[in-house]
């Protein structure tokens, strides 16, 4: 399975919308006034689904994330120090930034968080 990036899943979606609909742009309460969505009015109007528009935007130092979607690649396995073998799960994740390097000298375990 090859990994898509977020930006061409959300154009897909975007595109197979009915061109018809008027959206408006309007800021939730609960989030920073930069985060923006766009709200179908025959969903509002009927009691339906929110629809939120993907709009890229740049990680600045001060940008939170509050989650990750990631899409799972695979499965492979690693053994413990007693030889029990453990299932683990790899995912891709898109737009990711690293903040911490573990080493195996002073976590014991080689990772990046």
Known sequence: MSAASRGLISRFRFLSLDSTRAFQSFSRAGFSSSTEAALSEEDHDHGGGWIIEAKPKIMTPSSRRTGAIGIKCGMT?????WGKRVPISLLWLDDNI????????????TSLQ
């Open 77 to 81: 396995a690693l053994w413990d120090k």
């Open 98 to 109: 690293v903040s911490q390097v573990k080493t195996m000298e002073k976590e014991g375990i």
